[in-house]
């Protein structure tokens, strides 16, 4: 087999079709730029808002972890203070 055969059985079937001339790819369909851009439009708000909702809930779990980690170290700082004396009174 020639590399050129190697080459192309080893690309995945979507490589292969985006390496298809515009014109197979439509098959005489008439494509609505129009419409495919507000498509991409549409998914790319999409996406930006799940990331915007990720980070904003990483945002709360790490003021949450800080929060956890501040009232650990005045818990034990407090403990450190008021340690009872164990003889008996």
Do not use: C, W
């Amino acid at each position: 087999m020639s590399t050129e055969k190697l080459r192309r059985a080893a690309l995945p079937p979507v490589q292969e079709r985006n390496r298809r001339k515009p014109e197979e790819l439509n098959a005489g369909k008439k494509v609505n730029s129009r419409k495919i851009l507000m498509q991409f439009e549409q998914d790319q708000k999409e996406k930006y808002e799940k990331a915007i909702a990720a980070l904003t809930e990483m945002e709360k779990r790490a003021v949450m972890a800080e929060s956890m980690e501040e009232a650990t170290l005045h818990y034990h700082s407090g403990q450190n203070k008021a340690k009872p004396s164990l003889s008996p009174r």
